[in-house]
C-alpha cells in the first residue's frame, strides 16, 4: 500500500515540470511481470500511482482540446445503449421514424367482408361527463366499402386525424360518397367538420332533428345532407342501408343504421361500452369484464330512458343481427341473445334479490348505523339476498348507479352537517334521482346532534325518486346506544324481506 509522503519536501522545486525519481521512471509492462515459483508469491507489485497531489497537468490536458474530444474513441463499453429505446419511439425498416404513429393508435379491423372498424381508442380517458371510465373508451367509427362507399359514425374532434388516416389505408377519402351520423353529440360528431373537409364528394345522411343539432355544433353551409326517415334506404352496390329512428333511445335525433346482406346493425350508443381494448369482438375479451361494463352503460347513460331502450330492443329482435356494431366498446357477434335478454332486464330496472346500503359519516355514528343494518340483512336474507355496503365518499357514483340498477331495496344515511345531509351524499342522490331508477324500496338514517335535518334531507330525496318507504327515517342522537343498533339491525330485516318478497325463488 502507498505511504503518503510530501514528495515536495523530499525534491528540489524546480519551475520545470516534476519529474518523479529514476526508480520509477520505469514503467513494466504485464508482459515482463515475474512469474510466481510453484505456487509461491514473489515480491513483485505493480507500479504504484503517485498520488494526485503529486501529478502536475496542464490546465489543456485537464479540459482536452475540441479536437481531441471530436477524435476521441468512445469506449466499447459505452457503445451499448444504457437503456432500452422508448416504446413509442419505434422505427421502421431503414431506421427512419414512422412519421405521425401515437402510441394509443389501432389500425384499422375488419368486422365482416367490406366492412371495417376506422374509430379511436381512448386507453386514458377516466372522466367521460361525468360517468367513471376506469377502463377507458372507444369512439368507433366504421367504413363500409362498395361501389360508393359510405363511413357510419365519427369520432370525438381531437382524433379527427386518426380517424381520416385509418380511412386513408382503405380507400381515398375524396371517394367516400356518404356519411352516416347515427347521433349528433359530439363524442360521435366532433370529427364531423374534418371529415367532411377532407371527403370533398360525400353527403352526410342523417334525420332531420340531427340536422338542426348538428347546425348549432358546426358551420354545415357547405355540408350536403340527405334527411332520411324510419324505412328508408340508401343502396351503396352490392349492400344497402336501412335507417330505424330510435328517438330518446339517449337523445332525440338518435338513429340506427341496418345492412339486410350482412346482418349487420350499427346501433349506435345502444349495446355499447366504455371498454378500452385492442380486441374488437365480444369472443375476444372476457365475457364477466364485458357485461359488467355494459351493464354500467345502461345504468349510467340509459336509466333514464327505459321505455325507448325498451322498443329499441324490441325492434332489434325483429330485425335478427349476426353482428352489432355499437358507437363505443367491442362489436357483438356471439353473445347476442344473452345480450338481448339483459338488455330486457336491465330496460325495465328488473330487481334481483340484492340489498344495497350506502352512507356518509362524520364520528363513526353513521358508519356503525349502516353496518347494523347489513347485518340485520344478512341475518335475515342469509345467503338468498346479496348485500352490499359503500361509503360514498370512497366509491363512485357511477358504480353506485350500475348496483341500483337491480337492486330490490336500499337505505341512505347520512349524518347532519350544518343542518343539512353530507355533501358527498347529497351528490350521490342527486345523480341517482336524475337517472330515475324504479321499482325501488328502502329508507333512510343518520345520526345528529343538537340540530336536526340530515336524515331527514335524504327521505326527501327518496320521495322524489319514487322510492316505497319501507319505514320512517331511522334517526339517532350522537352516538348509537345498544338499543339504537337494535333497531338499525331491525330495519335490515326489512330489507332482506322485501328482496325476498319481490323476487321469489
Known sequence: MWRSCNWRS????????????????????????????????????????KPASCRRISKR?????????????????????????????SRARGGGRRAGLRKDRI???????????????DWNVRDFHGYVTDRGSTYNSYLVLDREPALVD???????????????????????????????????????PAVMAACTNATLVCDQKCRDVLAIYYDVANWKFRIVKTGDSLPLG???????????????????????????????????????????????????????EAKTYVANILMLYSMPVAKAVAAVRKLD??????????????????????????AACQPVRKVVVMYDTMWKSTEAMAEAIVHGALAEGGPAVEVKL???????????????????????????????????????????????????AGFAFGSFGWGRGGPEEVEQYLNAM?????????????????????????????LARHALKVCPA
Not at 515540470?17 to 510453484?38: A, E, K, V
Not at 319514487?466 to 326489512?494: D, F, I, Q, T
Open 10 to 49: 523530499t525534491r528540489r522545486r524546480t519551475p520545470s515540470i516534476w519529474r518523479p525519481p529514476t526508480s520509477m521512471r520505469r514503467r513494466r509492462s504485464w508482459s515482463s511481470r515475474p512469474r510466481t515459483c510453484r505456487g509461491r508469491r514473489t515480491n513483485w507489485r505493480p507500479r504504484r500511482r
Open 61 to 89: 490536458r485537464l479540459r482536452g482540446s475540441r479536437s481531441s474530444r471530436a477524435t476521441r474513441r468512445r469506449p466499447s463499453w459505452r457503445k451499448c445503449p444504457s437503456r432500452s429505446p422508448r416504446p413509442h419511439r
Open 107 to 121: 389500425m384499422n379491423r375488419k368486422i365482416v367482408e367490406g366492412v371495417h372498424w376506422v374509430g379511436f381508442v
Open 154 to 192: 365519427a369520432v370525438k374532434a381531437p382524433y379527427a386525424a386518426d380517424l381520416l388516416r385509418n380511412v386513408s389505408e382503405l380507400v381515398q377519402p375524396a371517394d367516400i360518397r356518404w356519411v352516416v351520423c347515427n347521433h349528433a353529440e359530439p363524442d360521435h360528431s366532433g370529427a364531423l
Open 238 to 292: 352490392k349492400r344497402t342501408l336501412e335507417f330505424i329512428e330510435t328517438p330518446m333511445a339517449h337523445w332525440p335525433e338518435s338513429m340506427a343504421t341496418w345492412i339486410p346482406q350482412d346482418r349487420l346493425l350499427f346501433s349506435m350508443d345502444a349495446f355499447g361500452q366504455h371498454y378500452a381494448t385492442s380486441a374488437r369482438f365480444d369472443d375476444e375479451v372476457p365475457e364477466g369484464v364485458l357485461l359488467f
Open 321 to 346: 343481427p349476426a353482428v352489432i356494431c355499437p358507437s363505443h366498446g367491442v362489436v357483438w357477434r356471439n353473445r347476442i341473445p344473452a345480450l338481448l335478454d339483459l338488455y330486457d332486464q336491465w
Open 390 to 440: 359503500f361509503h360514498v365518499r370512497a366509491t363512485t357514483g357511477t358504480r353506485l348507479a350500475t348496483e341500483m340498477l337491480d337492486a330490490a331495496a336500499f337505505a341512505a344515511g347520512s349524518p347532519t352537517l350544518n343542518g343539512t345531509l353530507m355533501p358527498a351524499m347529497a351528490d350521490v342522490l342527486t345523480y341517482l334521482k336524475g337517472l330515475r331508477p324504479a321499482h325501488k
Open 466 to 494: 319514487k322510492v316505497e318507504l319501507l319505514r320512517p327515517v331511522l334517526k339517532l342522537n350522537y352516538k348509537p346506544s345498544p338499543a339504537g343498533l337494535e333497531e338499525c339491525r331491525e330495519a335490515g330485516h326489512l
